[in-house]
């Protein structure tokens, strides 16, 4: 009763429709911006939705609807506005017009950043390292995620992130991807910390990377070629066809990344101690072809193939001085192939009704080689080890989703998804003696299954200004392992709700509140027993009895938009993760072993505040802060308080640009230790060398400030490694687009063709 009362007392009205294409497709992200009558002022504006839908609360009076989308022409629409009542304009189709790159006029920049239901939109904009560099280096800028030396990925200070590449799943890991994707080819990033009942229940976080689609009809190609200092470069190129009824895509890449890294480490035990000065490097090549068909059977049918194929290899290595003349080294190379194929059917029917039939399969082929020397002064080989195992990885999934669209905020969902995982493993280790290495143990195997079968419901409405969805889901899971005569089983069946609330003050400020149960199941490496061998000082070994991690997820956010100057926004969040697992070192014997453990629970609680400041027209000003609060209760409470902090400095618009940005993380608690504080900065460059031609240069920790340290300390062991990455990093980028959209074959007209104005404000 309360709600409905203050929605009333508040007096604004609604307005709502879709924006289309003149052939009947819908438009996501498109401009609707509201001018009030007769002085001409901006009231407010929105996003279109994947449906071309769009929703905008105003303030009671006469406006103009201005519609825009990148290619379209402008369309408006006069319209009043009453107390409490809700305009529904229907649908707002957009003609097509040619369109000859000129000057460019900029009102304001779109926010990167917006609030769209359960998700956070991240769009790139006219960042530097959008227009020539991969999906990771973009995401170093963007608020809330954290990209460390290692290329690991950190949102709300976890790594434990289910990656969806247009809402698929992927067989590579997040940051492999993530290297291999342009950030110009990415529309936006959907981040869900609080993912609804449709999702699937695994990861803290789920990162959605939603491609580019070209809705016109015609052909349109890219190709972007990377060259960088110590052996980084590579090629990506892509394809598309597109017809009324058919979209094709064809594309493929070859890339190597590469990191060098010094390194110094001092390790110490009751029995003995030793300091190494070295060197490590990281290496990445993967390259692959992908495609995609999409076919409108009819106006209700559409049918979806995918496919992907491609091979990886990742090496790595360290060499180390270990005093007294003696030194080690290690290389270890895995690789391997991988691909993936989907196909999906999608039928509406009786108006309001939809179902949505997809079948996935992945499959990982695997490989790894370990090789690892001690020497001594004068080069000889004084022992040595090798390691080699290998074995496939595949996952089937079945998702069946049926909707029932009875208004166009009022929403049921249902649905069913299976998923099986599949891996197998063999190991061998070898000895070094006599120059050769010799088979040292039987072949060791291990086989890795399981099956998750899931359902859910889901409900979602708006009452005036306030959106709501809450829904719930089951997974029932069954994990075996199989090592030997051995086989460890792991069964269990749980509930995960989720609730999401979200508030529209006014046309500039935005609230939601939002809850969700979550869970992240323990990988397989770190599940098998086998103990491995990582150098003569040091072992690994996996833990079959390892539980689930189960997270309870709280957050609230809220948004602001300054009309021309900027926007700003600041999110808080806590959370509590029970069976946590861990990876700690343990001293035994003569050995130091790691291994993986369910280490109590944790809570992580945090705030996260971004802005962006447009004070003139050829100045941005972008800055975040993040503040995190990590605790672990095991035998007694670790606590870690956080700080990271992100900042840019952009001159110019449109093609042409200059970027300094900045990035410091603050020490923070590692399994068993402390990691001190980073900061680096980095320089772009984006120059234009035609209309379809770009060019962007990069220099990565220009002023050599980059450096990790970490100590990790127990009753009877201390290390202390330090690494810092090599210099000079430097890239050049070339990235050239083209189409024959069937707008540019009819007769050239030139106009001005103004970028996203800004809107909710």
Known sequence: MIVPWLLQAAGYGTVEGYVYGEGGEPLPGAVVMAITLPDSEKAGGTYADDRGYFTLDLKPGRY???????????????????????????????????????????????????????????RFGDELTAKGGSTLEALKNVPGITV??????????????????????????????????????????????????????????????????????????????????????????????????????????YFLFSRYMESKART???????????????????????????????????????????????????????????????????????????IAYTKDFLQRHRIDLSLYYGMRGGRESTINYVRDASGNVLSGFKRTSSGPG??????????????????????????????????????????????????????????TNAAYVSYSDRLGRVSYSAGLRVEATDRRIEVGDSTYTFRSTDPFPSLHLSYRMDVANQFSVSYSRRIWHPRHWQLNPFMRVIDEFTLQRGNPALKPEYTHSFEASYQRIFGRKGYAGLEA????????????????????????????????????????????????????????????????????????AKGSLTLGRGPIGLQLSGRYSGPRYVPGGVQRASYSLDLGLRVPLSRN???????????????????ITSEDFRQVSTYRTKWPSLSVMVMYDYNNFRRFRKEMKREETPQEEVPQF
């Open 394 to 451: 595949d996952r089937w999934r079945a998702k069946l989703d049926y909707t029932y669209q009875h208004s166009k905020d009022r929403k049921l969902e249902a649905g069913y998804q299976g998923d099986l995982w599949v891996s197998a493993d063999t190991t061998e280790y070898y000895t070094y003696s006599s120059g050769s290495f010799t088979l040292a143990s039987p072949t060791l195997a291990s086989r890795y299954r399981r099956t």
């Open 573 to 644: 969040f806590y959370r509590r993760t029970d069976n946590n697992i861990d990876y700690l070192p343990a001293y035994e014997g003569t050995k130091v072993v790691y291994t993986w453990r369910n280490a109590g629970f944790t809570t992580s609680s945090g705030i996260e505040l971004y802005a962006t400041y447009y004070p003139w027209r050829l100045l941005t000003l972008n800055f975040s802060l993040d503040v995190y609060d990590h605790r672990v209760y095991l035998d007694s409470i670790t606590r870690s308080l956080t700080y990271d």
């Open 693 to 711: 031609l770009f060019l962007v240069g990069q220099f990565n920790d220009f002023l050599r400030l980059n450096r990790r340290e970490t100590e």
């Open 268 to 342: 110490e035990t009751p029995d003995f101690s030793y300091e190494a000065d070295g060197e490590r490097h990281y290496s990445m090549k993967p390259y692959g072809v992908r495609s995609s068909l999409e076919y409108h059977i009819g106006d209700n049918d559409v049918l979806t193939l995918e496919g992907s194929f491609g091979l990886w290899n990742f090496s790595m290595g360290w060499r180390g001085d270990y005093g007294s003349g003696k030194t080690a080294e290690t290389d270890v190379s895995i690789g391997g192939n991988r691909g993936s194929g989907y």
């Open 64 to 122: 103009l609807l201005r519609f825009s989308y990148v290619g379209y022409r402008k369309k408006a629409l006069p319209i009043t506005v009453s107390p409490g009542e809700t305009l529904n304009v229907g649908k707002v189709r957009l003609p097509q017009k040619a369109i000859e790159v000129g000057a460019v006029k900029v009102e304001a920049e779109a926010p990167k950043v917006t609030y769209e239901g359960e998700k956070k939109v991240i």
């Open 148 to 253: 460390d030396n290692n290329d690991n990925v950190k949102i709300r200070n976890t790594s434990n992130i289910t990656l969806l590449i247009n809402g698929k799943p992927t067989v590579m890991q997040v940051s492999e991807a993530l290297r291999q994707i342009p950030a110009s080819s990415v529309e936006r990033i959907e981040i869900i910390t609080n993912p609804g009942a449709k999702y699937e229940a695994e990861g803290r976080v789920i990162m959605n990377i939603v491609l580019k689609k070209h809705h016109d009809e015609g052909v349109a190609a890219s190709l972007m070629g990377r060259l960088g200092t110590f052996n980084n470069y590579g090629l990506s190129a892509s394809l598309g066809l597109n017809s009324r009824r058919l979209k094709f895509v064809l594309g493929g890449n």
